[in-house]
């Protein structure tokens, strides 16, 4: 018992490092073309609720979305092998918000293995000042890829996957400006620690 008890302490201190998240999407607004981010068009809201404008420094550039229902649809990105948990990805995104608007994020993504689609969406509330930091939102899916279209069902696994399209909309009054936003499979708050042996 005692040989066994030490084996499993040298198995938990030998673990493998934790896998790097893969990056499915990230956009940075920096390419403009016909006065909006390269890609990227109005979906929503009133003529001009949309805008290509400067960000936090001089050079630096984002999205701006104002007034209720305010929207914008853009390009996703290359496929990727990556992991899936609870049919979530997760994203980090860089802008600010006036108080009282939400931002709403949503990415098509499709298994490009079994020709699935889903929708995933996030809701969340990004600070007034851009020296408050990224704000971290889990897009959940709902249909296709989460109910098993994906390896190992409802509960996530191994896919194909492509983000074909980004999209955000402002949910409530005021203006919400996005500098970037990146989008990760599962765990991109963790980064990968080295073998403990």
């Given at each position: 018992m005692k040989h066994i008890l030490w084996v499993l302490l040298f198995c938990l201190a030998c673990r493998q490092p934790e896998q790097a998240p893969t990056r499915l999407f990230e956009?940075?607004?920096?390419?403009?073309?016909?006065?909006?981010?390269?890609?990227?068009a109005q979906t929503g809201g009133d003529d001009g609720a949309v805008r290509f404008?400067?960000?936090?420094?001089?050079?630096?550039?984002?999205?701006r979305l104002t007034g209720d229902g305010a929207a914008v649809r853009g390009p996703g990105g290359p496929a990727r092998t990556a992991t899936l948990t609870?049919?979530?990805?997760?994203?980090?995104i860089s802008g600010v918000c006036d108080v009282g608007a939400l931002l709403v994020v949503e990415a098509a993504l499709?298994?490009?293995?079994?020709?699935?689609?889903?929708?995933?969406t996030g809701f969340v509330s990004l600070p007034e000042d851009y020296t408050?930091?990224?704000r971290y939102v889990?897009?959940?899916?709902?249909?296709?890829?989460l109910d098993g279209g994906i390896t190992g069902g409802m509960f996530g696994g191994v896919v194909n996957v492509q983000v074909s399209a980004v999209?955000?909309?402002?949910?409530?009054?005021?203006?919400?400006t996005v500098d970037h936003i990146v989008i990760d499979d599962t765990g991109f708050?963790?980064?990968?620690?080295?073998?403990?042996c």
């Open positions: 956009e940075g607004f920096e390419e403009v073309c016909d006065g909006m981010p390269c890609g990227w404008v400067e960000t936090i420094f001089a050079g630096e550039h984002g999205v609870f049919g979530t990805v997760e994203a980090r499709v298994d490009t293995d079994r020709s699935l689609s889903d929708t995933f408050e930091g990224v889990q897009l959940t899916g709902a249909t296709a890829l999209a955000f909309r402002v949910q409530g009054s005021g203006q919400c708050t963790d980064t990968p620690r080295p073998s403990s």
